[in-house]
């Protein structure tokens, strides 16, 4: 295990304990570090910087190992693929006038490829995408497959000035240096290219109501944001933030529930009822605790 400290206040932070680490050394493997499993309250010892009020992991396991743990994940979110690539599309727009007609893209993060693909047949982008789990690589089209890097995002991987968009949802929070990550990003974005991030929300209501059992808290989870902090962090690298918003999330009634905070028991006689009363694939749409982050490289 090695330690982390304040990705804001770096050496000048002033932690306290929030909550301890849950889990046994020999509990975890590549199945604990795959996609959108079903929350199981699994996390490392988590700290509060109160100098800036950034949560984040400390100590955890170190990025060589976190890297072999990503590379055998799999994907287990197939069903609601459809789902997040119309939540992402919709966000997207906001900033999609304000780039080329066929811009070229890239997703930290890419997954199976899903959003690049649909980016790629709607509007003609010209995609790349990084994605540290060879199970998930494989899974892409074949379009997209060829222009995805199958390792952690990391300095020197593409040259700068290249892209005009950087996508990264729901992996920022993943990253052991997420400073790495923003000052990258500035160098291979274009002059007034943008950055568009999708984390978990430490003001959300998923803390306010389950606290120590939301699923946000989990040992996936290294750094973790909301509004505030997630703006400073880009500041910092001398972008500068064009919104951040509480993303609206569109999922079956049967998916909230098996990723809420609700005890095991609870969930599984709340799914009765669901499928008793034919509910259970009901789309609901609800701000579920995410922010959606928007920053721009000055030109």
């Given at each position: 295990m090695i330690a982390t400290v304040c990705a804001l206040c770096g050496k000048?932070?002033?932690?306290?304990?929030?909550?301890p680490a849950t889990f046994g050394l020999k509990s975890i493997s590549h199945a604990?570090?795959?996609?959108?499993?079903?929350?199981?309250?699994?996390?490392?010892?988590?700290v509060k910087c109160d100098r800036c009020g950034l949560i984040f992991s400390?100590?955890?396991?170190?990025?060589?190992?976190?890297?072999?743990?990503y590379h055998r994940s799999i994907c287990t979110y197939d069903e609601q693929i459809t789902y997040v690539t119309e939540t992402y599309l919709a966000s997207?727009?906001?900033?999609?006038?304000?780039?080329?007609?066929?811009?070229?893209?890239?997703?930290?993060?890419?997954?199976n490829a899903f959003f690049l693909e649909k980016l790629r047949v709607r509007i003609g982008a010209k995609v790349w995408g990084v994605e540290p789990g060879e199970s998930m690589v494989a899974q892409a089209p074949?379009?997209?497959?060829?222009?995805?890097?199958?390792?952690?995002?990391?300095?020197?991987?593409?040259?700068?000035?290249?892209?005009d968009v950087v996508f990264c949802f729901h992996t920022l929070d993943h990253m052991t240096d997420p400073n790495s990550f923003v000052r990258e990003a500035f160098r291979i974005l274009k002059p007034g290219g943008f950055v568009m991030v999708v984390?978990?929300?430490?003001?959300?209501?998923?803390?306010?109501?389950?606290?120590?059992?939301?699923?946000?808290?989990?040992?996936?989870?290294?750094?973790l944001f909301n509004k505030k902090t997630l703006a400073q962090l880009f500041r910092n690298h001398k972008f500068g933030v064009v919104d951040a918003f509480d993303l609206r999330n569109t999922y079956p009634v049967s998916y909230w529930l098996r990723m809420s905070g609700f005890p095991s028991y609870v969930k599984e006689v709340g799914q009765?009822?669901?499928?008793?009363?034919?509910?259970?694939?009901?789309?609901?749409?609800?701000?579920g605790g995410n922010i959606a982050f928007i920053a721009q490289k000055p030109r």
């Open positions: 000048n932070q002033d932690t306290r304990e929030l909550y604990t570090f795959s996609a959108r499993r079903v929350p199981d309250q699994v996390h490392y010892r988590l400390n100590p955890i396991f170190s990025p060589a190992e976190i890297t072999k743990f997207f727009e906001m900033i999609r006038r304000k780039i080329p007609k066929q811009p070229k893209v890239l997703e930290v993060g890419c997954g074949a379009s997209v497959q060829k222009h995805i890097i199958c390792d952690i995002f990391k300095p020197h991987q593409f040259k700068n000035n290249t892209f984390v978990h929300d430490t003001d959300g209501w998923s803390v306010k109501l389950f606290g120590e059992r939301s699923p946000i808290f989990d040992i996936e989870h290294i750094y009765k009822v669901l499928s008793i009363l034919g509910l259970s694939h009901i789309p609901f749409s609800f701000p």
